[in-house]
């Protein structure tokens, strides 16, 4: 990757990203049969995590995000970098491969079953851009002779990460959820964008919200009435299974929820929320409730709020979560520098 320098990788990855935003007749095929492997994988979901990270590849972002980097060197040879890709959502592992690459070091890509197609097809649109990248990458099953790696799974699955990848330079993900605040003032707008933190890829990934805290007096018929154009999501057989099952149990176990027809409420602690349920919490302190947030950090990928919190880069716009930008790193560790200084 000697002869490639910043201006030449953003020309590449953005003309990549042109080419996602406006997917060919393979691409597309691949967008409408990807249910077929994953049921959660519907032709909506697909086109819209392809989309997105196109969107991501935008020329003038490419170059801002690079040039953060002084130390970025891709002359220099690069390392071995594992990476162990989780499946929960469409492409979930693409910035972590687009930053191996970048980064001008070597991706040993252990890819999710549930995952498997359209990161290879990314790819094989970058090297027919730029054949030299075929020579940085590769699949493998087994991860082996890896100078780091980064693995992204369960909080049981870190684990076991951490026992076989601790001896070498790494980063291991474990479980992250999404919260969003609410001040009482947001318009209908607003809490229907809300929607979309909540729906997108069914509820699946770590930057959808799962929790919802609201002012004391706050009343939830408002939001649920902002909502209700996602209905149509309790059509899709599985989500229907997460949504029937949970709303058995907390009938049987007199468990009190309140229930719209494809999302259940329901007043929990809680950062985690089973599919198909938001939970909810009443604050009473805007300022108690930031410090609290503060505090469970660790467990929280973003923020979905405009009431003004101090959330530094955890905090998001309603309707953005499940659009990152390219320095919206998982779990706040910055991928770039890790690699970079490897």
Not at 136 to 141: D, N, R
Request: a negative charge.
């Amino acid at each position: 990757m000697s002869k490639f320098e910043i201006p030449y990788l953003a020309d590449v990855f953005s003309t990549l990203g042109a080419q996602l935003c406006f997917p060919d007749d393979e691409l597309s095929a691949l967008i409408l049969n990807e249910h077929h492997y994953n049921a959660w994988f519907t032709p909506e979901s697909v086109e819209f995590a392809v989309k997105s990270a196109g969107g991501m590849l935008n020329k003038d972002n490419l170059l801002d995000w690079l040039n953060q980097y002084p130390q970025l060197n891709p002359g220099t040879g690069g390392k071995k970098v594992g990476l162990v890709l989780a499946g929960n959502i469409p492409l979930v592992g693409f910035h972590d491969v687009l930053c191996v690459l970048a980064s001008g070091n070597y991706a040993l890509i252990k890819s999710s079953s549930q995952d498997a197609r359209l990161i290879k097809h990314v790819l094989k649109k970058l090297t027919d851009l730029e054949p030299a990248f075929e020579q940085q990458f590769s699949f493998v099953e087994r991860l082996e002779n890896f100078d780091a790696v980064i693995a992204t799974g369960s909080n049981n699955t870190s684990r076991y990460f951490e026992y076989y990848f601790g001896r070498v330079p790494n980063i291991i993900r474990k479980n992250r959820n999404s919260v969003a605040v609410l001040n009482g003032n947001e318009s209908n707008e607003q809490l229907h964008n809300l929607g979309h933190d909540i729906f997108d890829y069914f509820g699946l990934g770590c930057r959808n919200v799962s929790k919802l805290f609201v002012p004391a007096d706050y009343r939830l018929a408002t939001f649920f009435e902002a909502i209700e154009p996602y209905q149509p999501i309790i059509n899709h057989h599985k989500y229907n299974n997460n949504y029937d099952y949970n709303k058995s149990i907390y009938l049987v176990n007199r468990d009190a929820h309140l229930d719209n027809g494809f999302l259940l409420l329901k007043e929990d602690k809680s950062l985690i929320s089973p599919l198909a349920v938001l939970f909810y919490e009443y604050y009473d302190n805007i300022d108690s409730l930031q410090n609290e947030l503060a505090a469970q950090s660790e467990q929280i990928q973003c923020i979905v709020s405009e009431a003004g919190l101090n959330a530094n880069r955890q905090a998001v716009a309603f309707g953005q979560s499940q659009r990152p930008a390219l320095w919206d790193y998982a779990d706040g560790v910055d991928t770039m520098d890790f690699l970079t200084k490897l």
